[in-house]
């Protein structure tokens, strides 16, 4: 968790942290996160997404993929 966290706590964007904490972290379901940042599922899955981009860019920018 720490090392998933680690990689979390870089992203820029406030939204995406909160997102992944949510999901990956404290195992929540979509219907929470998206009560959680008041936004709909498709706006919840287009944060998602760019958080998942932007992950990979810091793994791969670290040498880790």
């Known amino acids: 968790k720490k090392e998933i966290l680690s990689v979390i706590f870089k992203l820029k964007d406030k939204k995406s942290r909160t ?3 949510s999901r990956y972290i404290n195992n ?3 219907d ?3 009560y ?3 936004c709909c599922r498709t706006t ?3 944060i998602h997404n760019r958080a998942l ?5 810091i793994l791969t920018s670290e040498g880790v993929l």
């Open 32 to 34: 929470e996160i998206e």
């Open 53 to 57: 981009c932007e992950v990979t860019q």
């Open 44 to 46: 919840v899955n287009k």
């Open 36 to 38: 959680d940042l008041a």
């Open 19 to 21: 997102l992944l904490i």
């Open 28 to 30: 929540k379901t979509e």
